[in-house]
């Protein structure tokens, strides 16, 4: 099928195109090779979904409130993204116990994912704001294709990369290992999302500590850390003159971009795919 074609820009992996910007056959097999350490801690996203919010969070929660890796290590070595380049050159090196992030489904895990004890953390995203942040990280990245119109790319996304609801791990398999969240909660109140997380991963840190995380969480804080605003990457690969990184963060920017037709045609492939599944997110009600 002409839209599983490999290309300069993508490489089939399994199921999945990949942009072979952020992937190789090594960084791959590097994946399916990972050894799954019990302590390990994995933030499970689809691209655009809160990837980086979680970078930020997770690492002073799993360590007693101690932000120097925020300031320090750029968020894709901080966190790796299993699967990505960079995995391979640090995930070895890290100290345990280890954040981790990937976007991968669930069927393309490493199989010592599920013998171990490591917990998933999962996050979902209204998949139409998640489609128009993409939108616009495909007009602004070198490597990846020109989007199009706005209902070009939502053709392409719910045809191609519309695999998104399709990857969410619904699987019971990994038990009261899964923690999921949504961005909406995230951005509704962040504080009650973390004492969940601070929960599930059985760890404690003190109220100034977690007032701090809070704080620092925001997109303007975000924003001004050079560690994580992805202003260490190169103008050539991310134009900023195109888009921002941090665009909008906010939840139903959706509203501005679909048009009635599209809002249908989008909604109409969501009920499909959840058919069957007993997953409600905010934007339901
Ligand atoms: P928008 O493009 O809608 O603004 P990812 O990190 O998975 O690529 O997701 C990027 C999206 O998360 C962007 O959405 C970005 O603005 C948003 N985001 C990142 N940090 C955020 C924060 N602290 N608060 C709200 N939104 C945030």
């Given amino acids: 099928e002409q839209r599983m074609a490999e290309s300069d820009i993508c490489l089939l992996y399994h199921d999945l195109l990949l942009s072979r910007a952020t992937h190789t056959d090594k960084s791959l097999q590097f994946l399916e090779n990972f050894q799954v350490k ?10 655009k979904s809160g990837t980086t919010w979680i970078q930020e969070l997770l690492p002073p929660l799993m360590n007693g409130g101690d932000f120097t890796s ?31 992030v990937s976007h991968m489904p669930y069927h393309l895990m490493p199989a010592t994912l599920f013998k171990s004890k490591a917990k998933v953390i999962y996050i979902t995203r209204n998949p139409k704001d998640v489609a128009v942040s993409f939108f616009y990280f495909y007009k602004m990245a070198s490597f990846l294709d020109d989007p199009g119109t706005f209902g070009e790319f939502i053709d392409t996304f719910l045809a191609g990369n519309g695999e998104l609801l399709r990857n969410i791990w619904r699987n019971p398999e990994l038990g009261d290992r899964i923690l999921y969240i949504t961005y909406e909660e995230m951005l509704e109140d962040l504080r009650s999302v973390l004492n969940r997380v601070l929960m599930f991963l059985g760890q404690e840190i003190s109220a100034e500590a977690l007032d701090r995380v809070v704080s620092r969480g925001t997109l303007e804080n975000m924003k001004n850390n050079k560690m994580s605003n992805y202003s260490l990457v190169p103008e050539d690969v991310l134009d900023r003159k195109k888009s921002t990184f941090f665009r909008k963060g906010i939840s139903g920017d959706w509203k501005n971009h679909f048009s009635p037709e599209l809002d249908a045609k989008f909604t109409a492939v ?16």
């Fill in 38 to 47: 019990d302590d390990d801690v994995f933030a499970i996203t689809y691209p």
């Fill in 70 to 100: 925020v300031q320090t290590i750029p968020n894709w070595d901080r966190v790796p993204w299993l699967g990505s380049t960079r995995a391979p050159l640090v995930l070895d090196t890290m100290s345990s116990p280890r954040p981790i």
């Fill in 270 to 285: 969501i009920q499909e795919e959840m058919k069957g599944t007993n997953i409600r997110f905010p934007w339901d009600e």
